[in-house]
């Protein structure tokens, strides 16, 4: 094969270079004896003889070379002579080398940490077959504003048979569990299990590494059987081989405590829906199932999720189109007998859109954009560093023109250089990133989605290397071809500098104001999301959650009722109620005498990640009439609102006796066939306390206190009265404007969980260790699942965008540096241009103010320019912020203002220096020069 | 004398070879001389042609002891290099009949 011999030979000639010369030295040696020899034969003298040989064959050198570079190795030769001459001439100058090194590495290391978070979040596929095509099917409250709200299985059904758009849809719903142990006395494991249809595990296109997955038989047959995580395998079974048929017993209300039995376990990277989710089974075994799949409308049958594969050249838009379709025809088939229905419009999202969570995305899309900008100074800053080298090398390259290198040769060892310079700052940069990018990965993995799979992969090492090449090129290149330009008459000629020096100085100028604009862009981004920040610290919570420790319990599951006890159900439940309030009231006790404590009281969740979707009827008006939107009950223990310094705005705050008020409210038989009016005479009413958000939406000129509502009025009706009116708490972050509640008694449910919220005098992380030993000795067998603080968790809300504004302002400010140093560079190279014109000033009576002056006022164009050319330019960007911003408009005056000035200022040290150095000219030296 | 024609070194080089192995200097001696001086080689390009009819798989260079018992590089033709020299020569044949036919024409 010539091709490969031609390769063989070429890299012999590359690594064997000494060999491959000695053999051509040989050859010709060879050649020109024999020619000498024949000379001499034909009489000449043995000297002369091997003189004219020589100048027959000319320079060996010359044809040694010729040799060499008839081959393609020779090109591979001259990147490395030229690699070697780039270090070698940049080793001369370590100055410039170190800062080109250190902004280059900076650029691109805070560029490859970025992307590596971009590759794990967004382009990592997930752990399924065609990702891309899998979809999540809600259904869409509309009226409530509430798009992810889950759906009955007929609905799900009704789907899955007219659907054309999608090529099969599953259904699924998880909720908490707890693993129980073979062992009873050991600490139950929490963990979350989800019901699963047949075809769940076909949909998603997963593959388990041990046993099955779970099947339509399954399905059919009820099956009382489990697929389990990987982590689950290693954890709770210790990641035993012969896992497959072992027995599983599940603490959860969902199956009835029947025991499972593992039939696979998945791979390491699978999870579905939420990497909390350990344990899958069958939708079948749950115990109402069949009960739940026979209704659609109450909020009790609509339990489940749809996950759905699209069909082969769908889109997620056709999908929504056609289900929007499919849910008109259903509206008008079925008719809802519920009043809070939320009626059949479907919201279809990518499944990765839903693992992400809503603007992380477009967030994460921004950060990488401001980061390629900042990279880009770097570039602009490089390129400025090399063409002011390349100035004081002119000589050099007009020298090598005239000894015969061309114009291409000259380019390409200047590209050689940049190349260099950028893969050697690119690998300090990739260094920095492994580094960094752990860090980050840390610092956001409570607050970002899929943070745990942030590694540097070999996607962002192409990335890395990529991006090396590019900026290699692009701070390279202009700098190149503006060196190799020079005239060779024009150059040589002593201080004719002049011509060149205009066109390198508007270059130069160029990436000066390029920079600056480009730093605007990023200022005044970071500027919106800095002050959004600070309008969001300037939110009232309605409480005050500095000093509360918020400590999340869960309540152990009772024993069954005996014999005995099931004659008497509502008695037993009642009695059982009561004996839980009063231990859970000892608990409070127990913590409340801890020194450092203040006060202690209950809450369900503190704080509301769900959505509100309760709905309510007013006894007298009509149903239409009656404002939807959302709506959320709650529950809190007697001293929760002076605990947690909520105001009281009308009537009083709840009392200890509404708990048992609320036991004979909860067990009191209720009478389905009568008229609402009737209900209402017999009812024994739940007393609950309304934040002013519910007394505004239904009582809006009326006080309140003492008015009557229900839910569920045409069945098992539940009766409330109001009696009192408390501010409003942002429970669910301070961002989302607090939603309409009502706050019931609180009562432990059994199993259950609630958070213990205490007021501390001390710092409340301190106390949480005596605040659990107190829990436990008080009631044993309630598992403390956390203990945070409550302003802790009050900002988690928000840390995605307190990290979203930190990170850009930190982009910013390194843009601003960067281009500090670009100004910088630019006003001295400028000022060393103009040293005799300064020195003749000065010689002629201009002061050391007025000199200062001249160079600040030269230096302050390009950045002046930049800025009004950013200013138009983030006038347009920032509306890419829009959703990001809280209560600040992308157009903000006073951001756009003090970011300016900011820049300016910086501008103006930066040109103040060097000007420093320009009144401090000595005439005398500077007109010698 | 006179530089060789455009394109015909290697033509020449592989036409030398199919008699015997040889070295480079054998090589120019017998151009010089087949065409009776008129042609003479440059040393330069000559192991230059050497290396690209190598790569192209044409000719094979070795290192053999001369009579004299120096080491010298022998270049042999290879199966491929006579079947290129077949076409070259037949091409070259029909060039050289043309040129004739004009010139005389």
């Known amino acids: ?929 | 004398m006179a530089d060789l024609i455009q394109g015909t070194l290697d033509m020449l080089i592989l036409r030398s070879l199919t008699l015997a192995p040889m070295h480079g200097f054998g090589i120019t001696r017998r151009i010089e001389q087949l065409s009776k001086g008129v042609f003479t080689v440059n040393p330069g390009s000559l192991l230059l042609a050497f290396q690209r009819l190598e790569r192209a798989g044409l000719i094979d260079g070795e290192w053999r002891e001369t009579e004299n018992k120096r080491r010298a590089r022998y270049y042999t033709i290879t199966a491929r290099g006579r079947k290129q020299l077949k076409e070259e020569s037949a091409d070259w044949e029909r060039r050289v009949a043309a040129i004739e036919r004009l010139m005389h024409a």
Not at chain 1, 138 to 146: E, K, P
Not at chain 1, 157 to 169: F, G, I, K, N, P
Not at chain 1, 319 to 343: C, N, R
Not at chain 1, 514 to 537: N, P, Q, T, W, Y
């Open chain 1, 1 to 929: 094969m010539p091709t490969l011999r031609a390769i063989s030979r070429g890299l012999r000639a590359l690594f064997h270079r000494d060999e491959t010369n000695r053999e051509l030295d040989d050859e010709l040696a060879h050649y020109i004896e024999l020619s000498a020899a024949e000379k001499e034969r034909a009489g000449m003298s043995r000297a002369a003889a091997l003189h004219a040989a020589r100048a027959e064959v000319g320079s060996a050198e010359s044809v040694k070379e010729e040799v060499r570079s008839g081959g393609w190795e020779s090109r591979v030769d001259t990147v490395r002579r030229d690699i070697v001459l780039a270090v070698r001439s940049l080793r001369r100058t370590p100055t410039f080398t170190a800062i080109a090194l250190l902004t280059l590495a900076l650029g691109v290391g805070a560029n490859t940490t970025m992307f590596s978070v971009v590759n794990a979040v967004m382009l990592r596929p997930l752990p399924y077959r065609a990702p891309n095509d899998l979809v999540l099917v809600w259904t869409n409250d509309v009226q409530r504003g509430l798009p992810r709200e889950a759906t009955a299985r007929s609905t799900i059904l009704d789907w899955r048979e007219r659907t054309r758009t999608l090529s099969d849809v599953a259904y699924f719903t998880t909720q908490r569990a707890a693993a129980l142990g073979n062992d009873p006395s050991s600490p139950r494991e929490r963990t979350r299990s989800a019901l699963s249809s047949g075809n769940l595990f076909a949909v998603l296109g997963a593959d388990p590494v041990k046993g099955r997955v779970i099947t339509a038989e399954d399905e059919s047959a009820r099956a009382n059987v489990a697929v389990i995580s990987y982590a689950f395998w290693q954890r709770h079974f210790s990641g035993a081989p012969d896992v497959l048929g072992k027995t599983l017993h599940l603490d959860d209300d969902a199956r009835g405590g029947q025991p499972l039995t593992v039939i696979g376990v998945m791979p390491r990277d699978f999870y579905f829906p939420d990497k909390l989710t350990d344990v899958w089974m069958p939708a079948t075994t749950y115990w109402r199932f069949d009960r739940e799949s026979s209704e659609r409308f109450p909020s009790w049958a609509r339990r489940w999720t749809a996950v759905a594969r699209l069909a082969r050249g769908r889109t997620v838009h056709d999908a929504s189109t056609e289900l929007a379709g499919i849910g008109k025809g259903l509206a008008t088939q079925y008719v809802s007998t519920v009043p809070d229905f939320p009626g059949f419009a479907a919201s279809v999202v990518p499944v990765l859109d839903f693992v992400t969570g809503p603007g992380l995305q477009s967030s994460l899309w921004i950060l990488f954009a401001a980061v390629t900008m900042v990279l880009l100074i770097a570039c602009a800053n490089v390129a400025n560093l090399l063409i002011a080298r390349s100035a004081t090398r002119q000589r050099e390259f007009v020298l090598r023109r005239a000894l015969g290198a061309d114009r291409a040769r000259i380019v390409g060892q200047l590209v050689v250089e940049s190349l260099t310079l950028a893969v050697t700052g690119s690998a300090i940069g990739l260094f920095i990133a492994t580094w960094s990018t752990k860090l980050l990965a840390g610092v956001i993995a409570n607050y970002v989605p899929r943070a745990d799979e942030i590694t540097v992969d070999a996607r962002v090492l192409v990335f890395t290397a990529a991006t090396a090449i590019a900026v290699g090129l692009i701070f390279g290149i202009l700098p190149a071809l503006q060196s190799s330009t020079a005239d060779a008459s024009d150059a040589l000629r002593e201080g004719a500098r002049a011509t060149g020096a205009v066109h390198t100085r508007r270059l130069r100028s160029a990436l000066v104001l390029a920079e600056c604009a480009i730093a605007m862009v990023l200022l005044a981004g970071a500027g919106l999301l800095m002050k959004s920040l600070d309008r969001l610290r300037a939110v009232d919570p309605g409480f005050a959650p500095r000093g509360v420790l918020t400590v999340r319990l869960e309540f152990p599951a009772e024993p069954p009722p005996t014999a005995a006890e099931l004659t008497q159900t509502s008695a037993t439940a009642q009695a059982r109620a009561r004996a839980r309030t009063e231990r859970a009231e000892q608990v409070l006790a127990s913590v409340a005498s801890l020194a450092g404590v203040s006060a202690a009281g209950y809450s369900d969740d503190l704080f509301v990640n769900g959505q509100g979707n309760e709905s309510i009827t007013i006894p007298g008006r009509d149903e239409s009439t009656i404002p939807a939107g959302e709506l959320n009950e709650a529950a809190a223990s007697a001293d929760f609102f002076t605990l947690m310094h909520v105001r009281l705005r009308a009537g009083r705050y709840p009392t200890r006796d509404d708990a048992a008020q609320k036991i004979r409210a909860l067990w009191t038989g209720v009478i389905t066939d009568m008229p609402l009016a009737e209900k209402e005479r017999h009812a024994v009413f739940e007393p609950v306390v309304v934040n002013e958000a519910f007394a505004r939406r239904y009582f809006p000129n009326e006080s309140a206190v003492g008015k009557r509502f229900c839910i569920d009025p045409t069945n098992k009706t539940y009766w409330y009265e109001i009696v009192g009116v408390v501010g409003d708490m942002h429970r669910q972050g301070l961002e989302k404007a607090p939603i309409p509640e009502y706050y019931g008694p609180y009562i432990p449910s059994a199993p259950g969980r609630a958070d213990l919220l205490v007021r501390t005098s001390v710092d409340p992380a301190s106390l949480a260790a005596a605040i659990t030993e107190r829990v436990n000795k008080a009631w044993p067998g309630v598992t403390v699942v956390s203990a945070l603080p409550a302003e802790a968790l009050l900002g988690g809300f928000s840390a995605q965008r307190a990290l979203q504004a930190w990170l850009l302002a930190a982009f910013a400010l390194l843009a601003v540096l960067l281009a500090a140093v670009g100004i910088f560079g630019l006003v001295q190279y400028a000022v060393s241009e103009r040293t005799r014109e300064i020195g003749v000033r000065v010689a002629l009576g201009a002061s050391p103010g007025e000199v200062m002056s001249l160079v600040i006022r030269d230096g302050m164009k390009m950045p002046a320019l930049g800025l009004a050319v950013g200013v138009a330019a983030a006038f347009i960007g920032t509306r890419a912020l829009g959703r990001f911003l809280f209560n600040v408009t992308p157009t903000d005056p006073v951001t756009f203002i003090a970011v300016a000035l900011g820049l300016l200022i910086v501008a103006a040290v930066a040109c103040y220096v060097p000007g420093r150095w320009a009144a401090k000219t000595d005439p005398m030296t500077a007109l010698r020069k």
